[in-house]
């Protein structure tokens, strides 16, 4: 931590950096820390939005809170930090992590040096001065040895062009960009559009305000209980003094979680055996079910299919209308291939006499929005207010809108038109000191994000370090490695279930999108991409290459 606040010019008067960082949520936050404080690099931060946070800045929907326990989803790169930061519950809501990463700005001191209300538009390699351009929708050119993307993996809405969107005489609101002052459904007709995690969080509350509440499904969604509450001060004791033990363990498992899969097949258990493990899942809530399940649940379709009917059962005993119940019920995918949603009372919701199901598979899909409502299934349903909770052109979305363009002008959206290419999900051939935090090919929504986070922070900080030490002006992925990784990453997960969901993961969200794998799904998970990505280090980065120092190349500041 920098002992006294910073005094420096305001960021904005400087044009020249060493390093520029765009977005200030989680990932940017720690990599402006780490360059500016550890390596005292001169590097700044655009950010779009006018306050810290990212993810939790624009997701202000009701219910928002994480699905991860708080006591992991933190930084834990700093052990004064993780003890005298006191969570509320076991998943904290949206504006409690908002006020945990403002604490963090401020314990840090980061402000003085992220330019807020600047959004990235464009980001231009030269060859000859090896240096980055990155201009903003407010007209900032700046120049930098590096670029840092932090932008997220889900942070580019997915908007879906409905026949007459326009036309709606109520007000509509995608949940990730949400009025900060919040939205009133006292004695409203509320639409909400979508099934998904955040849907998942929004309709039970929606529908305790609302006077009507439809929900338009077009997939259902397998559900867990999130079983929130106050953590046992006891608890919450033990971790602290054991934070240690906890960090080592969650950078070494497979998904960032203290989770590991049963070391069994489903398959060689009892009925009894089987349904006792999954009560006790159940009754954990979270994420246990999804990622600490039998070891087969990702690989055999029958095994799947057993540990899916547990879910099935649970939706028909708290339906009440069986009807109802059926359409609620996932039947065209393997159970854990799309993310799980947590839920508070998300199925109890149907029960209640003002919400109402329209499921596109059975009622009819949505054809159009009209000035008054929604049209499905040729019946138009009356709203004041849509809800539109579609999610995100997830992974790759946040990182084409950057306007990339690299070596010779080549151009990174155009190049990733049919899918990613990335060595590591970190770097990509063709676009020097480039890096992206959490980019597509690494584990980055397959895990406790923070964990990647911090992963893939301190990696790029000591490559920039190395590249210091070493007076090395650029580094660069090679096609082949970038080739071998994109391979790699195809070969895990075509061994699992993963591919057979029309999932965020696989791109199948967005019209158009071409369908492929997004995340790294390694075969040892979060432990062993960090390994990976170590080993590549210690090899001398192998798979890059890097450029000496020239005369017209502007060293890295220290
Ligand atoms: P999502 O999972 O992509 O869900 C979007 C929903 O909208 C799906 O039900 C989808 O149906 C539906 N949809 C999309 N386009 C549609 C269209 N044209 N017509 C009708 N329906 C359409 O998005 P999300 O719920 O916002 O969640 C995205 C991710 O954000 C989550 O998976 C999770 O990783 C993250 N998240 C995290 C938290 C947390 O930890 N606190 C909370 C919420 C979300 P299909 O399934 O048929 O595509």
């Given at each position: 931590m920098t002992s006294a606040k910073r005094s420096s010019p305001a960021a904005a008067t400087k044009t020249n950096f060493d390093a520029i960082i765009i977005g200030a949520g989680f990932s940017g936050m720690y990599m402006l820390h780490s360059l500016r404080d550890k390596l005292d690099l001169n590097a700044t931060v655009f950010e779009?939005?006018?306050?810290?946070?990212?993810?939790?800045?624009?997701?202000?929907?009701?219910?928002?809170?994480?699905?991860?326990?708080?006591?992991?989803?933190?930084?834990?790169?700093d052990k004064n930090l993780l003890q005298e930061w006191n969570w509320s519950e076991r998943y904290p809501e949206q504006d409690e992590i908002l006020r945990y990463l403002e604490h963090c700005a401020e314990r840090f001191d980061l402000k003085?040096?992220?330019?807020?209300?600047?959004?990235?538009?464009?980001?231009?390699?030269?060859?000859?001065?090896?240096?980055?351009?990155?201009?903003?929708?407010?007209?900032?050119?700046?120049?930098?040895?590096?670029?840092?993307?932090?932008?997220?993996a889900l942070s580019t809405a997915n908007i879906p062009q409905f026949k007459g969107f326009n036309?709606?005489?109520?007000?509509?609101?995608?949940?990730?960009?949400?009025?900060?002052?919040?939205?009133?459904?006292?004695?409203?007709?509320?639409?909400?559009?979508?099934?998904?995690?955040?849907?998942?969080?929004?309709?039970?509350?929606?529908?305790?305000?609302?006077?009507h509440l439809t929900v338009f499904q077009r997939t259902p969604a397998f559900c867990v209980p999130a079983r929130n509450g106050n953590v046992d001060p006891e608890v919450t004791k033990a971790r602290k003094a054991d934070y240690d033990g906890i960090r080592q363990r969650i950078k070494d498992s497979?998904?960032?979680?203290?989770?590991?899969?049963?070391?069994?097949?489903?398959?060689?258990?009892?009925?009894?055996?089987?349904?006792?493990?999954?009560?006790?899942?159940?009754?954990?809530?979270?994420?246990?079910?999804?990622l600490a399940n039998y070891q087969d649940m990702f690989f055999s379709k029958e095994a799947n299919d057993v540990i899916a009917d547990y879910l099935k059962r649970k939706i028909r005993s708290t339906v009440n209308d069986p009807v109802v119940a059926g359409k609620l019920t996932p039947t065209n995918y393997p159970y854990g291939t799309k993310r799980q949603p947590l839920d508070t009372n998300y199925f109890e919701?149907?029960?209640?006499?003002?919400?109402?199901?329209?499921?596109?598979?059975?009622?009819?899909?949505?054809?159009?929005?009209?000035?008054?409502?929604?049209?499905?299934?040729?019946?138009?349903?009356?709203?004041?207010?849509?809800?539109?909770?579609?999610?995100?052109?997830?992974?790759?979305?946040?990182?084409?809108?950057?306007?990339i363009?690299?070596?010779?002008?080549?151009?990174?959206?155009?190049?990733?038109?049919?899918?990613?290419?990335?060595?590591?999900?970190?770097?990509?051939?063709?676009?020097?000191?480039?890096?992206?935090?959490?980019?597509?090919?690494?584990?980055?929504?397959?895990?406790?994000?923070?964990?990647?986070?911090?992963?893939?922070?301190?990696?790029?900080?000591?490559?920039?370090?190395?590249?210091?030490?070493?007076?090395l002006a650029a580094i660069e992925a090679t096609s082949q490695a970038q080739e071998a990784?994109?391979?790699?990453?195809?070969?895990?997960?075509?061994?699992?279930?993963?591919?057979?969901?029309?999932?965020?993961?696989?791109?199948?969200?967005?019209?158009?999108?071409?369908?492929?794998?997004?995340?790294?799904?390694?075969?040892?998970?979060?432990?062993?991409?960090?390994?990976k990505c170590a080993e590549v280090a210690e090899k001398g980065y192998e798979g890059f290459v890097f450029t000496a120092h020239d005369q017209t190349a502007r060293p890295i500041a220290a």
């Open positions: 779009a939005g006018d306050g810290v946070g990212g993810t939790w800045y624009w997701n202000r929907y009701p219910g928002a809170r994480c699905d991860s326990d708080s006591y992991v989803y933190c930084y834990t790169f003085p040096d992220i330019q807020f209300g600047k959004r990235v538009v464009e980001a231009t390699f030269d060859d000859q001065t090896q240096l980055w351009t990155v201009r903003t929708d407010k007209g900032d050119v700046a120049t930098a040895r590096f670029v840092i993307t932090a932008v997220g036309s709606f005489k109520g007000k509509c609101y995608h949940t990730s960009q949400w009025p900060h002052d919040g939205v009133d459904f006292t004695a409203k007709r509320v639409g909400v559009i979508g099934t998904g995690a955040t849907a998942v969080q929004a309709i039970p509350e929606i529908a305790q305000q609302a006077k497979f998904f960032g979680f203290e989770l590991n899969f049963m070391p069994k097949s489903v398959l060689e258990t009892t009925p009894e055996e089987r349904e006792q493990e999954f009560d006790r899942m159940w009754d954990t809530g979270g994420f246990s079910f999804w919701t149907f029960n209640k006499k003002n919400v109402e199901l329209v499921d596109a598979n059975t009622d009819g899909a949505i054809e159009e929005i009209t000035p008054n409502g929604i049209r499905a299934g040729s019946k138009e349903y009356p709203l004041d207010i849509i809800v539109v909770a579609t999610g995100f052109d997830a992974l790759t979305g946040p990182v084409k809108q950057l306007g363009k690299g070596r010779g002008g080549r151009v990174l959206a155009e190049e990733w038109a049919e899918g990613p290419q990335t060595y590591l999900g970190v770097a990509v051939a063709g676009y020097p000191n480039l890096f992206m935090i959490t980019g597509p090919q690494s584990p980055s929504v397959l895990s406790n994000m923070p964990v990647s986070i911090e992963q893939h922070v301190e990696w790029i900080s000591e490559c920039i370090a190395h590249m210091r030490r070493s007076k990784w994109g391979a790699h990453v195809a070969e895990v997960v075509n061994a699992t279930l993963m591919t057979g969901a029309n999932s965020w993961y696989m791109g199948a969200n967005i019209e158009g999108k071409v369908r492929r794998f997004l995340p790294y799904l390694g075969p040892e998970g979060v432990g062993g991409y960090r390994r």
